[in-house]
């Protein structure tokens, strides 16, 4: 049986479009018409042959306006620009380069010298309404013993280094950080057109069943059914573009450029490396993660720490020496001179250095721990890999092409008046909803690829960690 199409009855008028999915619409004006990021024309929503103009017409009426492509002379961005400006504007990397300049500074004020006190003396002032027997100067010096202001540097040195390191890492996770949000927007730019034409597929089943009913093959249920289908597909539509909405103001933010316009994107969804290896991928976590490095330099950090704290009883020798005028003898004379010791008769720092000690084994361990959190992470991350790569790679090869091929045959099968139009429409449906799962894929295996290579570091605005973490001995008390 084929039925053909007519105006749309006043009992079932096709669900008008809301007026905010016209205001996202123009919002995603200038990014959705990318090369690469639309479905192929081939697999595109056909018209059914006996539709009458005034049908297509009515039907567009109640679609979304097309989204057109970007402005004349607009250049699409790439992956790599997004990039630089990341690196250019994250404010987590100011905070990171922060860090290591406040490291920096505490090393090169920890290995100073510390400061000589100057004063003036005077003797019996005022005795027999004289200026007194001796007025003068002094001078005190402490003279730090047991290379403790070198140690002291040496260990901001090395704070400085393990703050490189995070640096390095908080870069990483600024870059995934905009990758994932690239991925995701590309997916997103698909899903759009997809569900733009499973809503035009919707609005075709409601109009084919709404015939059906006239002509006594469908009841009432069938057509509310076919109706409710058509909202549903209009609030698909409407979420995919606000949620492409949502992902542009997320890569702005990790990018750091809150007023960034939405731009046309240049890049594509589909992987063109070569599958990932479970051992060469760990091996390469192992070896270059700065979860490591960091934990592995705070080892040397807390080594430096504990022997700065065992020279610390060492006593420092204090000097003095004065000079001045005796006024009853008339001449310039040398004062005393002293010297001090701080004798560690009892506090020989002892609780200090075993704190220093528990520091450093809980750093030994924290390595340690830090390896077998990231195998055990890399191994989440991988198992989605694999279930990604392996339904990619079945959609892409199978699914999508066999779905395309069914529905030709089904519409060559409708042409030759050997089946009805709602198993067309049916198979149609099916098409952009295999397409549709593609994608999803296409994004999970381009999400988890990005957290293995990038060494399992994806949040770009979470604040960089300090080389200083809770509990540790920070600095030890300055000589005076």
């Excluded at 027997?133 to 290379?147: L, N």
């Excluded at 007023?259 to 589909?270: F, I, M, R």
């Excluded at 080594?303 to 005028?325: C, F, M, N």
């Excluded at 000690?357 to 989440?380: F, G, I, W």
Aim: proline fraction near 6%; glycine fraction near 6%.
């Amino acid at each position: 049986m084929r039925f053909s199409n007519h105006r749309k009855s006043p009992e079932y008028p096709a669900a008008p479009m809301d007026f905010a999915r016209k205001r996202i619409a123009a919002f995603l004006l200038p990014c959705l018409m990318v090369s690469g990021l639309v479905p192929s024309a081939t697999l595109a929503a056909e018209p059914p042959a006996h539709a009458h103009a005034s049908d297509q017409q009515a039907l567009q009426a109640d679609l979304p306006e097309p989204l057109a492509g970007p402005v004349a002379g607009q250049r699409a961005l790439s992956l790599g620009d997004l990039e630089q400006m990341a690196l250019e504007r994250n404010p987590t990397l100011a905070q990171a380069a922060a860090q290591i300049a406040a490291s920096r500074g505490a090393a090169l004020e920890a290995g100073l010298y510390p400061n000589p006190i100057i004063g003036y003396e005077a003797e019996q002032i005022g005795a027999a309404g004289t200026a007194g027997e001796i007025q003068g100067g002094f001078v005190q010096q402490t003279i730090v013993t047991a290379g403790k202001l070198r140690l002291s540097r040496a260990k901001y040195r090395q704070e400085a280094f393990e703050a490189g390191i995070l640096a390095m890492g908080q870069q990483l996770s600024v870059l995934n950080g905009v990758r994932m949000r690239f991925y995701e927007l590309l997916a997103d730019l698909r899903m759009i057109e997809l569900d733009r034409e499973l809503l035009k597929n919707a609005e075709e089943n409601f109009r084919t069943t709404r015939e059906m009913f006239n002509t006594g093959l469908a009841n009432e249920a069938d057509v509310l059914l076919a109706e409710i289908e058509v909202n549903r597909a209009q609030v698909a539509a409407a979420d995919e573009e606000n949620s492409y909405v949502a992902l542009w103001q997320h890569l702005a933010s990790v990018i750091g450029w809150p007023d960034l316009p939405p731009t046309a994107l240049e890049g594509q969804l589909e992987p063109t490396c070569a599958p990932l290896e479970w051992e060469t991928s760990l091996i390469a976590l192992l070896q270059s993660s700065p979860e490591i490095a960091a934990a592995r330099a705070h080892v040397v950090h807390d080594r430096i720490t504990v022997q700065r704290e065992r020279v610390q009883p060492v006593p420092d020798v204090r000097l003095q020496a004065s000079t001045g005028y005796n006024f009853e003898t008339r001449n310039a004379v040398a004062g005393q001179v002293q010297m001090a010791l701080n004798v560690p008769l009892w506090d020989k720092n002892q609780g200090t250095i075993a704190q220093a000690q528990a520091e450093l084994s809980r750093s030994n361990a924290e390595v340690q721990r830090v390896e077998l959190s990231l195998r055990q992470r890399l191994a989440d991350v991988f198992r989605q890999y694999r279930t990604a790569l392996l339904a990619a790679q079945l959609y892409r090869d199978a699914n999508v092409p066999k779905a395309a091929k069914a529905y030709e045959i089904q519409l060559g099968m409708y042409n030759q008046r050997r089946v009805a139009w709602p198993e067309v429409v049916k198979l149609q449906r099916n098409l952009f909803q295999v397409k549709s799962e593609y994608t999803r894929n296409l994004l999970d295996l381009r999400k988890a690829e990005v957290a293995i290579t990038g060494l399992l570091m994806v949040d770009g605005l979470t604040a960089p960690p300090s080389p200083r973490p809770g509990g540790h001995i920070n600095a030890t008390p300055r000589p005076r």
